[in-house]
């Protein structure tokens, strides 16, 4: 069985440039390219759904230079792939808190902008986590619906996430050797297979990709039953 939606923790940018002996926004350039080649590779291997975890809200905390660089990488990602996501008729969802002071109007602005553009599309999703948290998405769900007096149940719950509509993570791949979900897509994983390989995310290519694939093919998924 082939995984229909597939969440990635690009994890490992910074080691991997230190190897390099670069600074790490290095690392996370090289780390953008990579989303390049392989969101094509899985899309014609049948994944409908690829999440992102670009940007967490604990990634604030980082040096003012590196949090700089990851927006502007955003920003670039963006405006580069729009003309592509329109010619293939992928969707981008970018899921997160967008209305926090800390993301400049031009930065808002311009994903809002390829986010309506695509909004049509349901063939194939791209979807970047972008000052995400999972918790924050939960309480954000709940709040919603208490303020509208609506009861809170799983698929009210659902239809209030960020991610509305694109159903739960199947498989969540954590490169460079950390085993953790680090607040990423908590309620969407809870049946999700966990993959974790050392490659570091630089180095993630399609062939490592495929090794996933291939790992998940093999995994017995019984859902709670037996
Ligand atoms: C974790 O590695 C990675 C991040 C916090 C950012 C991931 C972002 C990108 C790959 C690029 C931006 C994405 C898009 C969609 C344009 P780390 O820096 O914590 O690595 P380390 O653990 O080796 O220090």
Known sequence: MLP???????????????????PRS?????????????????????????SFYAFSTENWSRPEEEVKKLNDLLVKFVKKFLPTFIKNKTRLVIS????????????????MNAVEKTSEFTEHIVNICYNYGSRSEI???????????????ER??????????????????????EQRLSNFLLWQSAYAELYFTDCLWPDFTNDEADKALMWFENRKRTFGGV
Do not use: Y
């Open 4 to 22: 229909k939606h597939i969440g990635f923790i690009m994890d490992g940018n910074g080691r991997w440039a230190k190897k390099q002996g670069k």
């Open 26 to 50: 290095f690392g996370h350039a090289k780390g953008a390219e990579v989303l390049e080649g392989l969101c094509d590779h899985l899309f014609e291997k049948g994944v409908r759904c690829l």
């Open 96 to 111: 997160g808190d967008l209305t926090s002071q800390r993301i400049s109007d031009s930065t808002r602005k311009k994903i």
């Open 139 to 153: 309480v954000h769900a709940v709040n919603a619906l208490l303020e509208r007096g609506e009861s809170v149940t």
């Open 156 to 177: 009210s719950i659902e239809e209030n996430l960020w991610t509305n509509g694109l159903g739960d993570v199947d498989l969540i791949v954590r490169t460079s050797g």
